[in-house]
């Protein structure tokens, strides 16, 4: 069955540092991938998605993800955050049944 | 272009109430998806219909029900309302099925609170 998992439950990082948010999945075939973001209180958003082609992929807001099939990741960076940034990032994969599967989110802290 | 609207925002209910949340998707998508958010067990997914079809649900007791209209806005039932059942519910719609290849665009959510 296809999983995701987040291995940090919350990163801090400091405003103007670079950012990696880690994430490994489970699936059987070449997978659709993409990373979400949410903001207190609001729904989620995508930031973006992979599905084949170019292994690194370009998002919103300045973040880019890079599949590698031989470490089953699909990690989530960002060269420089902002305060703005601070938020829970969720990874998720599609799965049989019309659903998605959401790992269990990292939340960014951002400070001074 | 809109997005994904929910209503209400916020809700509190009693035990045993029932509840009704809305959600209107982006225009020309035919995918409304439902999940629930906990700080114990994250997003968990509830429905998918498409076409006013239910193709699947999630493992949920039948007091969570839903349906989709022919405008493809849906709802989402909750009867018998548990303290269990507060969360935050939130509706995704897609373009197509499931989301594959494109994602999806959520609402803000209804954040359901029950004493």
């Known amino acids: 069955a296809q999983s995701v998992t987040q291995p940090d439950i919350h990163i801090t990082v400091s405003e103007g540092a670079s950012l990696e948010l880690r994430c490994n999945y489970s699936?059987?075939?070449?997978?659709?991938l993409f990373w979400y973001v949410q903001s207190p209180g609001q729904g989620l958003q995508l930031l973006l998605k992979?599905?084949?082609?170019?292994?690194l992929v370009q998002g919103i807001k300045g973040f880019e993800a890079e599949f590698k099939r031989s470490q089953s990741s699909f990690n989530l960076r960002k060269p420089s955050v902002h305060w703005s940034d601070a938020a829970e990032y969720f990874c998720a994969v599609p799965s049989k049944g019309f659903k998605t599967i959401f790992g269990a989110g990292t939340r960014l802290f951002v400070k001074a | 272009k809109a997005g994904v609207t929910q209503t209400p925002r916020y809700l509190i209910k009693t035990r045993g109430q029932q509840v009704t949340l809305s959600c209107s998707p982006i225009?020309?998508?035919?995918?409304v998806s439902w999940y629930q958010q906990t700080p114990g067990q994250g997003l968990q997914f509830l429905f998918e219909y498409f076409s006013e079809t239910q193709r699947n649900k999630g493992n949920f007791p039948g007091r969570f029900s839903g349906r989709q209209f022919s405008n493809s806005r849906s709802e989402m039932n909750v009867s018998t309302l548990e303290l269990g059942d507060s969360a935050l519910y939130l509706c995704a719609s897609s373009l197509v099925s499931w989301g594959q290849g494109h994602g999806y665009t959520f609402g803000s959510g209804t954040r359901l609170t029950v004493v």
């Open positions: 699936y059987g075939a070449t997978p659709y």
């Open positions: 225009s020309g998508h035919r995918s």
């Open positions: 992979y599905f084949s082609g170019d292994t």
